[in-house]
Nanobody, 125 residues
Framework: QVQLVESGGGSVRAGGSLKLSCVAS????????VGWFRQAPGKEREGVSC????????YYADSVKGRYTISRSGSENTAYLQIDHLKREDTGVYYC??????????????????WGQGTQVIVSS
């Protein structure tokens, strides 16, 4: 069964850090691009970061540059999203996504066919 499972979310104070994990099962994540998306309360889902197949290209939305770091581990079949200097506007449900035919990054969720269930991040002041 092809599956992505996120974890690592939680409730934190502004200024804190979290590391989100996205574990793949049923397929080899190492050969695919991985995106992280965020859906804030009352807002549409947006792409915040992406890493390509080789890991030599990363994308960050302007709102998260300098605070988010995407990475991946082939041996663990996992992608990560490190979030530092958390702000209240980082609050939302974070999803990782990929597609069995996707090797390069894209900001369009349309190109991602496999999604995790999401992990909640709540940032308080």
């Amino acid at each position: 069964q092809v599956q992505l499972v996120e974890s690592g979310g939680g409730s934190v104070r502004a200024g804190g850090s979290l590391k989100l994990s996205c574990v793949a099962s049923g397929f080899n994540l190492e050969n695919l691009a991985v995106g992280w998306f965020r859906q804030a309360p009352g807002k549409e889902r947006e792409g915040v970061s992406c890493i390509n197949k080789n890991g030599d290209y990363t994308y960050y939305a302007d709102s998260v540059k300098g605070r988010y770091t995407i990475s991946r581990s082939g041996s663990e079949n996992t992608a990560y999203l490190q979030i530092d200097h958390l702000k209240r506007e980082d609050t939302g449900v974070y999803y990782c996504a990929t597609d069995l035919y996707l090797q390069s990054c894209t900001t369009s969720s349309f190109h991602f066919g496999t999604w995790g269930q999401g992990t909640q991040v709540i940032v308080s002041s």
